[in-house]
């Protein structure tokens, strides 16, 4: 029997460029479809094993494996760009959650998510996001398969304890690093679904959205839609849109980055992220860059070790602090103007950071897409069991990918000086508006100039 | 986060004896399967790939296939793209990189890499231990007895896991999110 939806009674235009998206049928349709996420998370999975199976099993060259050429040349460039088009719904379809869930509903206990997670996992997820990086560099994690495998088969029992005593979707929620880098990036993110308060208001269901129904499972990232305000933890799964009886969901277009101009209540752990990828995103540069070697050559002289864990660990660590030490001095300085403290201006105007992070990770990684791509079709060619094609592994020209970059990084520049306006405005109107603004657009602009200084020197491969 | 201030209203209803036992049979299959799977597997592995191994232990890589020698010497980028192979004197192969363009080379760099195959397995090592300062090491291949037991152990973790909160579910059972409740006869869907 089919389940019929009302429409909702506050209808606006119903164009795909403006308006509730759900007024167009066929993706209402598709939305509201039992197959829907399910089809898209199961062939997820399947390319999940036969990465974990390359990985694992397959050959130990990275230059010659599926697993590596498919999770670090495809997956990972590709992975920003499908968060600022449709936010989190990578994780909807994300074969981790598919595990999670196929664990809980045979074996889950369903446990509340612990409190201590509620209130750090954020922190949680930032240390591991460092913890992961660094460990990459030390153990050389995306350069060896077997170390990409282990990773994974980490991550792996990390979701099925999960899934198998807590709650929905908590791993993705509270603990996952990838989730975390979501979370920050969707807020960039053109799609949005929301709640009509309104309607929400005459609601007799029991809040089915946050719920669940005897048809649709609950919202799997614990976000209840009538008060949600941000991207940051609706993963497009439609189950709210599924279970709402009173077709209160809307799901609209909106410009990029529009979300980071009105966080209503910013969070220091949230903005402390954002900074800390900015870090990650300038140890990704330096370290494949050939400069490095006299650079570290350097800092050996200096430690007096060559023990690379060593001088790879005070490298990190600077690098992650100077992002941190920039936003943290402007912080300050903006405060002598605004009057606010350094930690609410940390938390208020680090947000206007994410533009560039996105920017300045795809610019990365648009390096290895379009510099290594071919190495996917290879590696897939050899996985079938014929001859490796050999020759260059490129798409592009390294001068247009470096034509890329650099507009991606102007773009990123502009959104976040943007952004930056946009808080400052909304927050203190006029009045203060320019004083706050021009030191957080001066460290916005250095930073981008930094972006474009790493990139215009040659990167090394992955694959 | 704010929770909804209506919790969910529904009602355990603990499995009966037999999905009980049929669960804990099936669970038990799947798990044995698993591991005798992995470790299946992974043993068979052991076999195919322990020549090429033993190949570049004795430095004679001219029998082996390139690409296994050039994960056993180290990552082919360290001969083929990072500075320090170059003064190790590795990497003809990377000083054209570096003053080329690097994606334009790859190609090229890395049919000289094969040539370079020839070289000692003492030249391998150099040339890792220039990736080593480029962009974390490229650790000694694992062995397979290694990834067999890794691997058994993951697979076995995993397993404990799963039967522990499969254990505790029947001691306790739950409150089951509705979606997941048994429907009741005549109930519509």
Known sequence: MSVQYPQSPLDGPSGILSGNLLKQRWIAATLRSRLFPGVLQWATLLVFVIIIWQLVLGPSSAHANLGTAL??????????????????????????????????????????VPEFLKKYGIWI?????????????????????????????????????????????????????????????ARTGMLALRAVPEICKTCKSGAACFNGTATSAPCPLFEFPRQMDSNANCNLCAN???????????????????????????????????????????????????????????????????????????????????????????????????????????????????????????????????????????????????????????????????????????LGTAGSIYAAYRIGRSTYGTQKLVHSLVPYALLLLLLGVANVGLFMLPMAHRV | MTEPPSPVASESLPPSPTRLRLLWLGLATVALLAVVGVVWVVGRQDVTRSQPAATHSEADAHEADAHEVEATTGDKHAGDHQPA??????????????????????????????????????????????????????????????????LSGVAGINLLVVLAAAFVRRQNPPRLPKYLQPQKQGSKP
């Not at chain 1, 088009?85 to 446990?111: E, K, L, Y």
Request: aromatic residues 12%; glycine residues 10%; negative net charge.
């Open chain 2, 85 to 150: 192979s170059t003064e190790h004197g590795a990497g003809n192969a990377h000083g054209g990189a570096a003053e080329d363009s690097i994606a334009e080379e790859h190609g090229a760099v890395e049919e000289h890499a094969h040539a370079e195959v020839e070289s000692s397995a003492h030249t391998g090592e150099e040339a890792a231990h220039g990736e080593s300062g480029g962009h974390g090491s490229e650790a000694a291949p694992v062995s397979a007895q290694t990834k067999q037991v890794v």
């Open chain 1, 240 to 410: 709210c849109i599924k279970s709402c009886p009173n077709g209160s969901i809307t799901l609209t277009l909106r410009a990029p980055t529009q979300e980071l101009w009105f966080v209503r209540v910013p969070k220091f752990s949230e903005a402390f992220l954002a900074v800390v990828i900015m870090g990650i995103v300038f140890v990704q540069n330096i370290t494949m860059l050939e400069v490095w070697q006299g650079m570290l050559g350097q800092l050996e002289t200096w430690v007096g070790t060559t023990n690379y864990a060593v001088t790879f660990t005070i490298s990190f660590l600077v690098a992650m602090a100077i992002p941190v030490a920039l936003l943290g001095g402007t912080a300050w300085f903006a405060g002598k103007f605004n009057g606010e403290s350094l930690a609410k201006n940390f938390a208020r105007f680090g947000y206007a950071l994410i533009p560039l992070d996105v920017a300045g990770h795809v610019a990365h990684n648009l390096f290895h897409l379009f510099a290594e791509g071919k190495a996917v079709w290879y590696t897939f060619v050899a996985f079938l069991g014929f001859v490796q094609p050999e020759g260059s592994a490129a798409l592009l020209s390294p001068q247009t990918i470096q034509v890329l970059q650099y507009g991606l990084i102007v």
């Open chain 1, 71 to 112: 999770t670090w040349v495809l997956w990972w460039p590709l992975i920003p760009i499908i968060f600022l088009a449709m936010g989190r719904f990578w994780c909807a379809i994300c074969p981790f959650a598919t595990i999670s869930d196929f664990v809980q509903q045979f074996v889950g206990n369903h446990r509340p």
């Open chain 1, 125 to 185: 997820i930032d240390a591991m996001f460092i913890l992961i990086t660094w460990s990459d560099h030390v153990f050389g994690i995306v350069e060896s398969p077997w170390g990409s495998g282990m990773l994974l088969l980490l991550l792996t029992t990390g979701v099925i304890v999960s899934g198998a005593f807590f709650q929905r979707r908590m791993w993705c929620r509270y603990l996952c690093f990838l989730g975390g880098m979501a979370g920050n990036y």
